[in-house]
């Protein structure tokens, strides 16, 4: 049935397993403010902890093998190679948070390294100005950017990065091997990759929230299409009741001879009242049928003279005709059901069962299902039971579902104060059960069918 696919996703595997990366890049996408840490709004602890145990490592790894680098075969005095190490490897705990800072104290760093390096000892088959180290754990702050900063600006850091490259290079010393042009394309290419991958995340990020709010507006429509439906539908019954108390008003003073005139004098009020009361019902259904008024509400539904309403006396055509359509169907209706529900209760029934089917019939072809109809002095109680769908039976006719088929019965229930209760069974099958009472069972003036509940749509939000 439609509305089980939130109690039992029908998604296969394959697509589960090609969802990960677009997860993954929502992860990744850009933080709300401007000092709040990388992967701030991932949905786990560790992935929010990553950034920091990332930059954790690459710092406690650099820091001393900057300095040991320096000394060893720079020839670097101590000093500096202890200054310069923690210069260019402490600011990359900063581009967690604040990563063009980062960015900018490490250029710093690096370059005045490069100038420093054009003293040292030993220069010789090394590389310069950028030093492995300075490689690295640019590059990282590099992804930090990728991640965090705007496309114009990560721009203007390769640029930046290029021109300071190019300049150093007009003191490049003699018999060094020039890292300016390596750290320009690895730079630009790390920013390239990343920046595309947050761009992917935000965008993911916008289509689930725009599918958000589509999946609550249609089904804010569908409730609302429903309602007016039903206000159609209890047009036509009421309309029968009211025109029968305006003729039997109107002719009283004909079929009782002798009436006081006070008294024909009040059947002629009743009678007026009732024309009135059918007057305003007409004007009402106008609105409801009418092109523009459907329009509004989104929907195709053109209008259309009044019919008479099915009931439960009309569910024993309805099971055949399911029947006939390939659908093993057993009817259990008690008898006298029919004369004993009111007019509201009665149509409601009839449609309660006739959605359960169709769904039945659209998502479990095939399977075994029981409808029961009962009632008793205080209520009537509808049972739609089927099992799941048979394996000898081509694929259904719909694997997936919006979740609304819900929304006409709970109206239909909450319209005569009664309750529904819907959900998958453990063999695979699915179970519709409505209580509608014969009698309003409160008069309770705070307790309204008609508010807008929060409830409403959370039943059959899948």
């Known amino acids: 049935m439609s509305d ?222 429903e309602r007016a439906r039903i206000a159609r539908e209890l047009h036509d019954v009421v309309a029968h009741h009211m025109s029968v108390i305006t003729v039997q008003a109107d002719s009283a003073p004909y079929r009782l001879p002798g009436m006081p005139e006070p008294v024909q004098e009040e059947f002629a009020a009743i009678a007026a009242s009732a024309r009135e009361s059918l007057a305003e019902m007409r004007r009402l259904l106008t609105v409801l049928r009418s092109d523009q008024a459907n329009g509004r509400n989104g929907t195709a539904e053109s209008g259309g003279a009044p019919a008479p309403q099915p009931g439960i006396g009309r569910i024993q055509q309805l099971v055949e005709a399911t029947v006939r359509a390939g659908q093993p169907v057993e009817l259990s209706l008690a008898a006298g059901a029919a004369q004993a529900a009111p007019p509201a209760v009665d149509l409601s029934a009839y449609r309660i069962v006739q959605e359960a089917l169709a769904n039945v019939v659209r998502h479990a072809p095939g399977a075994e299902t029981r409808v029961s109809v009962t009632h008793d002095a205080e209520e009537v109680l509808v049972l739609v039971v089927n099992g799941p769908a048979a394996r000898d039976a081509v694929v259904a006719l719909e694997s997936s579902g919006t979740g609304h088929g819900l929304v006409g019965m709970q109206e239909r229930v909450r319209l005569t104060r009664g309750t529904l209760d819907t959900g998958p069974l453990p063999d695979g099958g699915f179970r519709v059960a409505a209580r509608l009472p014969l009698h309003d069972p409160t008069d309770d003036p705070t307790d309204d069918p008609t508010d807008d509940a929060p409830n409403d749509l959370t039943e059959d939000s899948s």
């Open 4 to 225: 089980r696919d939130a109690a039992r996703p029908r998604t296969p595997a394959p697509a589960k397993a090609a969802r990960a990366p677009v997860r993954f890049t929502v992860v990744l996408r850009t933080p709300a403010r401007a000092a709040e840490p990388l992967f701030a709004q991932a949905p786990k602890a560790w992935q929010r902890m990553l950034p920091y145990i990332v930059a954790g490592v690459f710092v406690v790894s650099l820091l001393p093998t900057t300095i040991s680098v320096l000394t060893n075969d720079y020839k670097v005095g101590g000093g500096w190679a202890g200054a310069l190490g923690v210069a260019q490897t402490l600011p990359l705990l900063l581009a967690v948070t604040r990563p063009l800072l980062a960015w900018a104290l490490i250029l710093f760093a690096d370059t005045v390294g490069a100038v420093v390096l054009t003293h040292a000892d030993k220069m010789a088959g090394h590389a310069w100005p950028w030093t492995p180290m300075a490689i690295v754990g640019y590059l990282l702050l590099m992804i930090c950017l990728g991640l965090r900063e705007s496309i114009r600006t990560l721009i203007g850091v390769w640029l930046v990065t290029g021109a300071v490259g190019v300049v150093l290079g007009f003191f490049e010393p003699d018999g060094v091997t020039t890292t300016v042009a390596l750290l320009f394309v690895l730079s630009g290419s790390f920013l390239a990759v990343t920046g595309a991958l947050r761009g992917i995340g935000d965008a993911q990020q916008r289509i689930a929230e725009q599918e958000s709010i589509s999946e609550a507006e249609r089904a804010r429509r569908t409730l609302l299409e």
